[in-house]
């Protein structure tokens, strides 16, 4: 009864990070458009490659950062920054970085337990120590990604790395860019081009007018139906989850809107179409991604589905270094607390607490450790 109890516990603990978090982890959209909302002020994501070079500390700009670009074959409008992983064994995700609007990318950190920040030449010293024969690839679903290499003339004299290069995979079971649609009607492509430069500019509501004009003129254009439910996630719930059903209805290879309904569907707790929509998704695009996993852990553990779950959990951490989901590892922890493992259930919820945000987060992380702690020293007693 004492550990039935503790996973009900754990059961009802909002875990769940909710669909306007997924929204904002790729691109800030203001609720109800209009000017962009900054959330990362010293990031390439948002002030672009230049912009985040003006105002780059000395150690930076002066031979503490490696910079890149990745370029997708056929040229295809890029609305959302591209995932670059750098791996320093086969397999294994050490770092993970994404693109601005035009692909460049900037690895301006190293991702180990304490990194010395203090003298100018830091940065650049753990970088040969750590990421030299490194590899740099992206990560896009139906494109296969070059690979580059990191090497002690980069890291001494040029830090400028060889373009990553995407280029599309025939056989492959999904796509994150769909074209079904966007050539039945010139005047559809037309809006979908503006549409794109609004997003870019921040006029967010000026690009879903277009986005909106485009799926009128052309029903099926499955890229511009998705890009207008991202538009939608903040202010109209069921307006996104449509118009992401329709880019599916309109192109069944597309993986990126079943991510976001599998996204909608988690943060409505409603399980079973969540892990309808990863299956999907997985099935899809088996590497997956680190949010995609987290969902589908969320939906299995929920589901009573534990070892699947775990494994889900396992996944979502080894591909996000960055802990840019960071709830997958407390998902982990209700797994081993499941199968008794109460030991390795609390190693991962310390684990968590050392990079959790301050706020509910942590909180909860406080208030899980503490209930186990009870639990364990109850056990003992008897």
């Known amino acids: 009864m004492k550990r039935n109890s503790a996973i009900l516990f754990f059961l009802l603990a909002p875990l769940s990070i909710t ?13 109800g458009g209009g000017t962009s909302t900054i959330t990362r002020p010293d990031s390439i994501q948002d002030s672009g490659y230049w912009g985040y070079m ?24 890029l609305w959302e920054p591209l995932t670059v992983m750098l791996s320093c064994a086969t397999g294994k995700t050490d770092l993970t970085t994404q693109t601005d609007a035009s ?21 650049v010293t753990q970088m040969r120590q750590h990421y030299e024969g490194c590899a740099l690839r992206a990560l896009l679903a139906g494109y296969h990604s070059t690979s580059v290499t990191i090497t002690e003339k980069n890291l001494r004299d040029n830090p400028t790395m060889s373009n990553i290069e995407l280029t ?26 503006k549409a794109h430069q609004e997003w870019l500019h921040a006029n967010y509501e000026g690009a879903r007018k277009d986005l909106e004009s485009a799926v009128q003129l052309s029903p099926n ?12 996630l903040r202010t109209d719930l069921a307006a996104a989850t449509s118009s992401m059903e329709k880019a599916v209805a309109a192109d069944p290879k597309f993986v ?38 987290y969902y589908a852990a969320q939906a299995d553990y929920r589901m009573g589905k534990n070892e699947a779950a775990r494994k889900a959990a396992g996944t979502a951490m080894a591909m996000d270094p960055e802990h840019n989901w960071p709830n997958a590892e407390d998902v982990l922890a209700l797994t081993l ?46």
């Open 19 to 31: 669909v306007a978090s997924v929204a904002a982890a790729q691109q800030t959209i203001p609720a």
């Open 54 to 77: 003006a105002n780059a500390p000395a150690a930076v700009v002066h031979g503490g950062v490696l910079q890149g670009k990745v370029v997708v074959k056929g040229n295809p409008l």
């Open 103 to 123: 692909g460049n990318y900037a690895i301006t950190h190293v991702n180990l337990p304490q990194v010395y920040r203090t003298e100018d030449d830091s940065l």
């Open 168 to 193: 599309p995979e025939e056989d492959a079971a999904g796509t994150q860019i769909s074209t079904v649609g966007e050539s039945a009607s010139p005047e559809a492509a037309k809006d979908f081009d």
């Open 221 to 232: 254009f499955a890229e511009a139906w998705y890009l207008l439910g991202r538009l939608q």
């Open 256 to 293: 990126a809107p079943c991510i976001y309904l599998a996204g909608i569907a988690v943060d409505r707790r409603n399980w079973q179409e969540a892990s309808r929509w990863t299956t999907q998704a997985l099935a899809l695009d088996p590497t997956g991604t680190a949010q995609l996993w």
């Open 337 to 382: 607390l499941s199968k008794g493992d109460n030991t390795d259930a609390l190693t991962h919820l310390r684990n968590a607490l050392a990079y959790a945000q301050p706020g509910p987060s942590s909180d909860l992380i406080k208030r899980q450790i503490a209930f186990i702690q009870q639990q364990d020293a109850a056990t003992k007693k008897q």
